[in-house]
């Protein structure tokens, strides 16, 4: 046996070993994440379009930009301290919340009323913002009038179901055209994700729900430590 065979040998033994390792470890160091993407981002725009058209979200004449998103500090979290990679295709599974969004901003250019629409991979509504001028008219509701305000347009309007929430938190700011703005946060009560809890904020501007967004409650600790070691590894780079 010369020498040129016997390299080939050796050549294709380190290629069949080589093989078998990134075969059983590739998901390992490179995750795939399963994702139900069912909705791209014509659709998206044409769907956002309609629900500001169905519920009156401003503005009225509007141009469209359309995003797909992460929640990358989310995913962190769940990575580093609930559970790892396993537990994040978990929780893209479970339907509890969705990391992966789609972001439709309406918007004209000059003014501040706008609505960012949101949507999950599969196309479903996931929630809105709409942002209004600091001094637009509104009215001065009650807090009990508010909150059945926003549980009714979210579970009739929107078909969120509020069964499984408890609402944690109530606060109201006085704009300066007089309108009242409350804010609604609901915390699941059985779920959560390690330490983070899967929470909702409703927002009435005045007598409208003008906001309902899906959140991941994260501990401060982790915020805080996640930050002071992305500042080192910055510092070390």
Do not use: C
């Amino acid at each position: 046996m010369n020498k040129k065979t016997t390299f080939w040998i050796l050549f294709t033994l380190v290629f069949l070993i080589s093989t078998a390792f990134a075969v059983k470890y590739f998901s390992h160091a490179f995750p795939i994440v399963n994702l139900d993407i069912r909705m791209d981002r014509e659709q998206a725009i044409a769907d956002a379009g309609k629900l500001a058209q169905k519920f009156a979200w401003g503005p009225v004449e509007h141009r469209q930009a359309a995003s797909f998103n992460l929640d990358q500090q989310v995913q962190n979290f769940v990575e580093l301290e609930a559970g790892g990679t396993a537990a994040f295709n978990e929780l893209l599974q479970s339907g509890l919340y969705s990391p992966y969004t789609w972001n439709v901003r309406l918007f004209q250019q000059g003014e501040t009323n706008e609505t960012t629409v949101y949507f999950t991979p599969a196309g479903e509504p996931y929630g809105f913002w709409e942002k209004l001028a600091e001094d637009a008219p509104g009215a001065a509701l009650a807090a009990d009038s508010a909150r059945a305000i926003a549980e009714k347009a979210a579970t009739t309007d929107l078909g969120i179901d509020l069964s499984p929430f408890k609402l944690i938190e109530a606060s109201k700011e006085v704009k300066p055209g007089g309108r009242v703005d409350h804010t609604l946060v609901y915390e699941r009560t059985k779920e959560k994700i390690g330490d983070g809890r899967y929470r909702l904020r409703l927002v009435v501007s005045g007598d409208k729900l003008a906001e309902l967004t899906h959140f991941v409650k994260i501990p401060e600790a982790f915020t805080r430590e996640y930050s002071e070691m992305r500042s080192a590894n910055e510092t070390i780079a």
